[in-house]
Antibody, heavy 126, light 108 residues
Framework: QITLKESGPTLVKPTQTLTLTCTFS??????????VGWIRQPPGKALEWLAL???????RYSPSLKSRLTITKDTSGNQVVLTMTNTDPVDTATYYC??????????????????WGQGTLVTVSS | DIQMTQSPSSLSASVGDRVTITCRAS??????LSWYQQKPGKAPKLLIY???SLQSGVSSRFSGSGSGTDFTLTISSLQPEDFATYYC??????????FGQGTKLEIK
């Protein structure tokens, strides 16, 4: 059974660095074809894709946030950490981590998020 | 960057109706598209991947189609539990993930 859970501060002051941890079970991030992604959702707004790390440590970032994001994995600890620097009130959102399954369908290799954490609300405010 | 445009942004329908939601990519993304359902206060739930493959455990009244730039999610006969917001996600190229802006499905 795959589960994920996000943890981190609920309140961050503007310009501070936000560090979020995704702790998961039921899979290994050392296994080929596995990834963990971060997605956020400002209150009342749409989902926004942030970052994805693969089993082979390949990392991808949203271009608009790339300079502020870092995603890392602790394989032995079953955790993925997302760091966001220089936070702003517009970064107020529910942050989700999700299990990414990389698979080949009809000859194409793609990924999708099949398990999600419950999300954690982070407020950026002074 | 690839942009994903969903339509409509909101939709009112009745139980038993057949509903179609569209997602259009700004360039071809082959079949690199998945669909998610989100209920208020909850995490999204995967419905469809690879444009048309039904996720295990998801009701067969959900179906997906399309390839290239135009995709649809169809609910064949709306049930009360289907009223939610639906999102598409492209995973073809940079950025390696773009969500549509969502379609809120409400009860008429």
């Amino acid at each position: 059974q795959i589960t994920l859970k996000e943890s981190g501060p609920t309140l961050v002051k503007p310009t501070q660095t936000l560090t979020l941890t995704c702790t998961f079970s039921g899979f290994s991030l050392s296994t080929s074809g596995v990834g963990v992604g971060w997605i956020r959702q400002p209150p009342g707004k749409a989902l926004e894709w942030l970052a994805l790390i693969y089993w082979n440590d390949d990392k991808r970032y949203s271009p608009s946030l790339k300079s502020r994001l870092t995603i890392t994995k602790d394989t032995s600890g079953n955790q993925v950490v997302l760091t966001m620097t220089n936070t702003d009130p517009v970064d107020t959102a529910t942050y989700y981590c999700a299990h990414g399954r990389i698979t080949t369908v009809r000859g194409e290799t793609l990924y999708y998020f099949d398990f999600w954490g419950q999300g954690t609300l982070v407020t950026v405010s002074s | 960057d690839i942009q994903m445009t969903q339509s409509p942004s909101s939709l009112s329908a009745s139980v038993g109706d057949r509903v179609t939601i569209t997602c259009r990519a700004s360039q071809s993304i082959s079949s690199y598209l998945s669909w998610y359902q989100q209920k208020p206060g909850k995490a999204p739930k995967l419905l469809i991947y690879a444009a048309s493959s039904l996720q295990s455990g998801v009701s067969s009244r959900f179906s997906g189609s399309g390839s290239g730039t135009d995709f649809t999610l169809t609910i064949s006969s709306l049930q009360p539990e289907d009223f939610a917001t639906y999102y598409c996600l492209q995973s073809y190229s940079t950025p390696l993930g773009t969500f549509g802006q969502g379609t809120k499905l409400e009860i008429k």
